[in-house]
C-alpha cells in the first residue's frame, strides 16, 4: 500500500508539473504549444526528482540524519538509461554532499571513461544517502528507512540498467544473501524492461586490485549491453 501510494503522488506530482508548464506558457503569450513527448518527459523527470531531493535533504527515518553533515541524493542524468548504485556515502561524499567523488570515485569516473561514458551520462547513487559513523556497514533498518528514495528514484529516471557496485547494493536490489562473486559477471532481470549487472565496488579494488580483471570483464559487458539501447 506504502509502495502505490508514493507512485500515486509521484503521478499526481507530474501531472502538477504538467498543468504549471502549460499555465506559464499561456502566461507569455504562445497560443499554440509544440508537443515535443521526449523534451517534455525529461523536463518533468528532472522536476520531480528536484522535488524527491528535497524531501530527502530533510529526512529523518533513522538515526543517521544526526551524524551527518549532507545528504547524498545522487547526481547525474535524469532520464540516464543507466544508473549506478553503490553502498553509502564516505566521508569525502558526506562533506561535498555528493557521491563517489572520493579515491574510489576518481576510480569509477576513469572506469566509466574505459567504456566510454562520463559520469553525466548516467546516474550514481547509493542504497543510503546518509553516511553510517566510520563508514561501518549499513544496518538492515537503515537499508529498510532509505530504500524508499531509492526506488522512487528508479521508478522516476526510468533505467534500462542497473550496475550494483559491491555486496549491499547487489545483495538489497537482488533481494538476495548471495555473494558479490557469485553475483557479478551476468545479467538478472530486476524489472519489466530492467536488468542488473553486479560487480565489486571501486573500493574493493583499491584495497584487492586482483578484482581488477573480474571488474573490467563486467564492464565489456556492460557497454556491449549498453551499446544496444
Sequence with gaps: MEE???????????????????????????????????????????????????????????????SRNNVVFGEGSPNAKLILVGEAPGRNEDLQGKPFVGAAGQLLTKILASIGLKREDVFI??????????????????????????????KIIKPKIILAMGTFAAQTLLKTDERIGRLRGEFHPF??????????????????????????EDMKLLKKEYEKL
Design 125 to 154: 547513487g547509493n542504497i543510503l544517502k546518509c553516511r553510517p559513523p566510520m563508514n561501518r556497514n549499513p544496518k538492515p533498518e537503515e537499508i529498510k528507512a532509505c530504500w524508499g528514495y531509492l526506488d522512487r528514484q528508479l
Design 191 to 216: 524489472a519489466k524492461g530492467v536488468r542488473l549487472l553486479a560487480t565489486y565496488h571501486p573500493a574493493a579494488l583499491l584495497r584487492n586490485p586482483g578484482y581488477k580483471r573480474a571488474v573490467w
Design 4 to 66: 502505490k501510494k508514493k507512485i500515486l503522488e509521484d503521478f499526481r506530482e507530474v501531472l502538477s508539473l504538467t498543468k504549471k508548464y502549460l499555465r506559464q506558457e499561456r502566461e507569455r503569450g504562445l497560443r499554440e504549444i509544440s508537443y515535443k513527448p521526449q523534451a517534455t518527459s525529461h523536463r518533468l523527470q528532472k522536476e520531480t526528482l528536484e522535488k524527491l531531493r528535497k524531501e530527502v535533504e530533510g529526512c529523518r527515518k533513522c538515526p543517521l540524519w544526526r
